[in-house]
């Protein structure tokens, strides 16, 4: 079975820093997909940013990125320019690219504050 | 707006009765998925959908737990005899079958249950 860690329960960062969030997980498949979501307080958890395992680029979406490094099973999450917003529990997820349960494995989440 | 929406959004029951939830995905998707989340977890695949049909369940959906999609559309999730540990936040996500490989799922903002 496959697993999923965040080793950092809490982050902070400062308003404008950048902050990088880690994720490592356990798979013996080959193919898979990876998410960050990123729930706010009392607010439904949305999709920060995925990457395709089969891809060597990391994705970019505006001020999130990822380092993906596949051998080392390391998924990290990169916030840039960091604001007030970004304030939210900060979930990483794999999910496997086989069968047709497309059902998501989570991590335990790192709660990230963002101080003025 | 067309997010997933889910009812009631808190349940506060006594121990031993019984209660349901429900879930309506974003109307195109037709799969449907239930999650489980307690306090310092990240969420827990329960059961999914594809259409009407419950492909798979979790070994944390005791026989207790039941759900149901009829016609494809709305699901519920029933809890019956609770006990106190099953409060937690009950998730709702769906996904499109689409163009998108990824089958990004997109969630609900859960219905928190506390059993006293």
Redesign the interface.
Known sequence: AQTVTQSQPEMSVQEAETVTLSCTYDTSESDYYLFWYKQPPSRQMILVIRQEAYKQQNATENRFSVNFQKAAKSFSLKISDSQLGDAAMYFCAYRSARGSNYKLTFGKGTLLTVNP | DT??SQNPRHKITKRGQNVTFRCDPISEHN?L?W?RQTL??????LT?F?NEAQ??KSRLLSDRFSAERPKGSFSTLEIQRTEQGDSAMY?CAS?SPGLDV?????????TRLTVL
């Open positions: 997010g997933v799969r998925y999650y310092g977890q990240g969420p827990e695949f999914y594809q492909l798979e998730l996904s990824l089958q990004v799922q997109f969630f609900g903002p859960g």
